[in-house]
């Protein structure tokens, strides 16, 4: 979204920044101890395909006029566990999106998948229906962690997914790791590493488990949990297995060369506009008439999201970004990424100009927790990844 001077409110919208969808599908089998996503086991009876999908182009149809002519560069399907939903399902959807905005011809489309929910032949169905991207949530290749972390899962359903997926022609696959696991080894963790690699995504994400508030582990912590100073080994030890094979780390928790790197969450670091359509789904979009910043959220709950796709408030909240926010917003986000930021992408997202970080840029630089490269890019140094949110926390004070 470039800005030029003019006026007296200083910055008018010249053109937009690049637009994006997520979609929510909020049902699963059961609920991981770990999981603080808005996600809810499957409802008695059949899971309303039909009646969901209405109301997510509902959402979408409301959304419309702060698209503008852009074009849709990515769809996320994500969940829950959107692979309980019929391929036929996702078709009928896509081509509603298709038909309602345009979309880019080599838009990326990526569904999240439960590899216990995977019926054979269901992934060339996928593919048939439009998804290009799949991303397995695999967490551990041990039977024991998966068992302490409620999975549905074995070891040999992310075999049989993986190889599904081969065979249906979909080689752009995430593969979703998680470290610093009850009871867990280093030797373990890297285990874990080495039989992702040898499966050969695209894509690889790597997070450490958290003990997120409102979660059945937040209540009753796991016995066994590594400590900061284990769980730092494993992340070290793990991401130089991943450097070793190949896979550049770009983003906090994300490894992939540059031709494979997730171009929707891309657009999320980047401060890219996404419409969020689906039971708690949160978007980020620009109003040009009002030259505002706005993020909306759907309800949460399913059945109330369903009760109120049909009357007039479809959304939970809607909120504009103080602009004394938008520096704080922007970084929380930009600086996920190694490459970092370069100043005129601060400008042209947040609309106003880099003067407003530059006392906040220069407290970072002095403290070694900020670097700049030759190319004139921002980006954390290895101090600052390292205690990336104390970076971050800087720019809360910053005042336009």
């Not at 609920?31 to 996600?39: A, G, H, L, T």
């Not at 049989?160 to 022609?169: C, F, I, N, P």
């Not at 657009?267 to 040009?288: E, R, V």
């Not at 490459?339 to 906040?360: H, K, N, Q, S, Y």
């Amino acid at each position: 979204m470039e800005r030029c001077r003019g006026g007296a409110d200083g910055y008018v919208m010249r053109s937009a920044p690049p637009l994006s969808l997520y979609v929510h599908v909020p049902w699963c089998v059961r609920k991981c101890p770990y999981c603080d996503f808005n996600s809810h086991q499957v409802p008695t009876g059949e899971i309303p395909e039909d009646r969901y999908v209405a109301a997510l182009l509902g959402d979408l149809d409301h959304d419309l006029p702060f698209v503008g002519d852009r074009e849709l560069q990515s769809v996320f399907i994500g969940g829950g566990t959107p692979s309980l939903f019929h391929p036929s399902v996702f078709a009928h959807l896509l081509n509603s999106i298709a038909g309602r905005l345009p979309c880019a011809r080599d838009m990326e489309v990526t569904l999240e998948a439960n590899p216990g929910t995977i019926e054979h032949g269901r992934f060339a169905a996928y593919r048939e229906a439009g998804i290009t991207r799949v991303s397995l949530g695999v967490q551990s290749f041990d039977a024991g962690h998966l068992k302490r972390l409620g999975r549905i899962h074995s070891p040999d359903d992310v075999f049989r997914a993986v190889t599904e997926l081969k065979q249906a022609g979909i080689h752009n696959f995430n593969l979703d790791l998680m470290y610093a696991l009850p009871e867990q080894t280093l030797a373990q963790a890297e285990s874990d590493v080495r039989t992702a690699i040898d499966l050969q995504p695209r894509h690889l994400s790597h997070y450490q488990l958290t003990l997120e508030p409102g979660t059945v582990f937040h209540h009753r912590p796991p016995q066994g949990m590594p400590d900061p100073d284990a769980a730092w080994e494993m992340q070290e030890s793990c991401q130089d297995l991943f450097a070793r094979s190949g896979f550049t780390q770009y983003e906090v928790s994300a490894y992939a060369s540059q031709e494979h790197r997730c171009r929707h969450n891309l657009n999320y670091w980047k401060f890219g506009d996404y419409i969020g359509i689906g039971a708690g789904a949160h978007g980020k979009l620009t109003d040009f008439g009002s030259r505002r910043v706005l993020r909306t959220t759907r309800h949460k709950q399913p059945r109330t999201y369903l009760e109120a796709a049909s009357a007039v408030g479809r959304l939970q909240e809607i909120r504009e970004v103080e602009e004394a926010d938008l520096p704080f917003e922007f970084m929380l986000n930009a600086l996920r990424l190694r490459e970092g930021f370069d100043l005129a992408a601060f400008e042209a997202t947040t609309g106003i100009p880099e003067e407003v970080i530059e006392r906040p840029l220069d407290v970072a630089r002095a403290r070694g927790l900020i670097e700049v490269t030759g190319g004139g890019r921002w980006r954390p140094s290895d101090l600052g990844w390292r205690f990336l949110n104390d970076l971050q926390a800087l720019f809360l004070a910053s005042k336009p």
